[in-house]
């Protein structure tokens, strides 16, 4: 069992900077406006030797019952009680103030090893505030600066001293080794769940889990960081990604939310499946059909998601078949992506919405056989042949499948920069048709095969 530690202070003492220095990466977004962090991130720390989780959590702050910032401290609260230590940080430049105060003695009743981390301390001013923070009777503060690496020895030494003894493991170097293919169908499917704001995505998520684990608020705009949950749905291991809401460019203003797009794209970008979620009642809106094109042109595999159906009025098997056409319709470029309509928070078509996701990744990972290609290739040429360009006929020789993940091939052909993209969309659309790759992006590239005569020079007349 991994030996975990949770983050905590008040608001904009350097919780998320210190968090990616210990995971090595910019997994949580910063900025210097308070309160950037709302729900709880969890990753995978080193410092040194040392191997631990550490959980990044909201700022301590106050509020009345049921607002957002009574939610995010319960969000804290759970982090502590998960938690096998706590880090107390504080911002050693403006020294102690009376909020550190009452949230030590939140920390001393969690009954749990402290470390006190008196951020910020680099230069001259930070020292002033980091003596201010024995008065908290926490302990000798730590002096460090998490945004430069300062310090870091001395944070190692007083972990070191919480930590428990490492098990040598025997077997540890069989973790490198090359998986099968039934192990590579078993590992954890990374998917992100993407939308405009508030379409429902952090309450899906919470339905899966079975918890509150994700802040969920009428106000548009409450998930702010991409959140990373593992969930195992029926005996598969799923590692789902809430990200934030992503709207149109023109919209967005605020630095703040352009840390927070970016990161839903980087999310967009690491999943494997990416499930598109739109209000049911202001469903394929043109930043819809934007997000559907941007997952389309990153190669994902995609499963539509019309949230809140329990809303609408009408739900019968026309108001479904309605759906289908307008996402073909408006979606050619993923023709056949499964569409389902669910409720997050009522947890109607959620099992469907799980088995399409397994569908739509196995799609994603299809091969086909190079002697089925081909077969397929000459029917679809012979059914409808490539125009002539500029009054010559254009060569189309074979294709072959070059990877999968997205089902990629490369068709070799006499002059590629000739090939019509309409007739290229042919191709993509029956080879879909053909291999039964519904919604699934489809990559074929064009290449030219070689002229064994190109070397010769023609005889002179």
């Given at each position: 069992?991994?030996?975990?530690?949770?983050?905590?202070?008040?608001?904009?003492?350097?919780?998320?900077?210190?968090?990616?220095?210990?995971?090595?990466?910019?997994?949580?977004?910063?900025?210097?406006?308070?309160?950037?962090?709302?729900?709880?991130?969890?990753?995978?720390?080193?410092?040194?030797?040392?191997?631990?989780?550490?959980?990044?959590?909201?700022?301590?702050?106050?509020?009345?019952?049921?607002?957002?910032?009574?939610?995010?401290?319960?969000?804290?609260?759970?982090?502590?009680?998960?938690?096998?230590?706590?880090?107390?940080?504080?911002?050693?430049?403006?020294?102690?103030?009376?909020?550190?105060?009452?949230?030590?003695?939140?920390?001393?009743?969690?009954?749990?090893?402290?470390?006190?981390?008196?951020?910020?301390?680099?230069?001259?001013?930070?020292?002033?505030?980091?003596?201010?923070?024995?008065?908290?009777?926490?302990?000798?503060?730590?002096?460090?600066?998490?945004?430069?690496?300062?310090?870091?020895?001395?944070?190692?030494?007083?972990?070191?001293?919480?930590?428990?003894?490492?098990?040598?493991?025997?077997?540890?170097?069989?973790?490198?080794?090359?998986?099968?293919?039934?192990?590579?169908?078993?590992?954890p499917i990374r998917v992100a769940i993407v939308g405009r704001p508030n379409a429902g995505k952090s309450t899906l998520i919470n339905h899966l889990l079975g918890e509150e684990r994700?802040?969920?608020?009428?106000?548009?705009?409450?998930?702010?960081?991409?959140?990373?949950?593992?969930?195992?749905?029926?005996?598969?291991?799923?590692?789902?990604?809430?990200?934030?809401?992503?709207?149109?460019?023109?919209?967005?203003?605020?630095?703040?939310?352009?840390?927070?797009?970016?990161?839903?794209?980087?999310?967009?970008?690491?999943?494997?499946?990416?499930?598109?979620?739109?209000?049911?009642?202001?469903?394929?809106?043109?930043?819809?059909?934007?997000?559907?094109?941007?997952?389309?042109?990153?190669?994902?595999?995609?499963?539509?998601?019309?949230?809140?159906?329990?809303?609408?009025?009408?739900?019968?098997?026309?108001?479904?078949?309605?759906?289908?056409?307008?996402?073909?319709?408006?979606?050619?470029?993923?023709?056949?992506?499964?569409?389902?309509?669910?409720?997050?928070?009522?947890?109607?078509?959620?099992?469907?919405?799980m088995q399409a996701i397994q569908d739509a990744y196995a799609l994603w990972n299809r091969r086909v056989s190079t002697a089925a290609l081909n077969r397929w290739f000459e029917e679809?040429?012979?059914?409808?042949?490539?125009?002539?360009?500029?009054?010559?006929?254009?060569?189309?020789?074979?294709?072959?499948?070059?990877?999968?993940?997205?089902?990629?091939?490369?068709?070799?052909?006499?002059?590629?920069?000739?090939?019509?993209?309409?007739?290229?969309?042919?191709?993509?659309?029956?080879?879909?048709?053909?291999?039964?790759?519904?919604?699934?992006?489809?990559?074929?590239?064009?290449?030219?095969?070689?002229?064994?005569?190109?070397?010769?020079?023609?005889?002179?007349?």
């Amino acid at each position: 069992m991994s030996f975990t530690i949770a983050i905590i202070g008040r608001p904009n003492v350097g919780k998320s900077t210190l968090f990616n220095r210990l995971v090595g990466q910019k997994l949580a977004l910063v900025d210097d406006l308070p309160g950037v962090t709302r729900d709880r991130r969890e990753g995978e720390a080193r410092l040194g030797d040392l191997e631990f989780t550490i959980i990044d959590t909201a700022g301590l702050d106050e509020g009345a019952k049921g607002s957002l910032t009574a939610r995010m401290q319960e969000q804290t609260e759970a982090a502590i009680a998960q938690a096998d230590a706590l880090f107390f940080v504080i911002d050693a430049r403006i020294g102690l103030t009376p909020t550190d105060r009452a949230f030590a003695d939140f920390a001393r009743k969690a009954n749990k090893p402290v470390l006190l981390v008196a951020n910020k301390s680099e230069g001259k001013h930070g020292d002033a505030g980091a003596m201010e923070a024995f008065a908290l009777g926490l302990g000798d503060p730590i002096q460090i600066s998490a945004e430069h690496g300062e310090g870091m020895g001395e944070l190692y030494d007083a972990l070191a001293k919480l930590m428990p003894e490492p098990v040598d493991e025997e077997e540890d170097d069989e973790d490198d080794a090359p998986l099968s293919e039934e192990e590579a169908a078993t590992r954890p499917i990374r998917v992100a769940i993407v939308g405009r704001p508030n379409a429902g995505k952090s309450t899906l998520i919470n339905h899966l889990l079975g918890e509150e684990r994700l802040l969920t608020s009428p106000e548009a705009g409450t998930t702010r960081d991409s959140i990373a949950v593992e969930i195992n749905w029926k005996g598969r291991e799923f590692r789902v990604f809430d990200t934030a809401g992503l709207r149109r460019r023109s919209r967005i203003e605020e630095k703040l939310e352009k840390l927070s797009v970016a990161d839903a794209l980087r999310a967009v970008r690491f999943a494997e499946v990416v499930v598109m979620t739109m209000d049911a009642q202001n469903r394929f809106e043109e930043q819809d059909l934007r997000i559907a094109d941007l997952i389309e042109r990153e190669g994902r595999a995609m499963v539509l998601a019309v949230n809140k159906w329990d809303l609408m009025e009408s739900k019968g098997g026309g108001a479904i078949s309605g759906l289908r056409r307008d996402a073909d319709h408006l979606l050619p470029q993923v023709k056949g992506v499964p569409i389902i309509a669910i409720s997050g928070l009522m947890g109607e078509g959620i099992d469907r919405l799980m088995q399409a996701i397994q569908d739509a990744y196995a799609l994603w990972n299809r091969r086909v056989s190079t002697a089925a290609l081909n077969r397929w290739f000459e029917e679809a040429v012979q059914a409808n042949p490539p125009p002539a360009v500029s009054g010559r006929r254009l060569k189309l020789n074979y294709i072959t499948q070059t990877k999968a993940r997205p089902p990629s091939f490369v068709l070799f052909c006499s002059r590629a920069d000739a090939v019509p993209q309409s007739y290229l969309r042919y191709l993509t659309n029956s080879l879909r048709e053909a291999f039964e790759l519904p919604g699934t992006p489809v990559r074929i590239t064009l290449r030219e095969k070689a002229n064994p005569f190109a070397h010769k020079r023609k005889r002179p007349s």
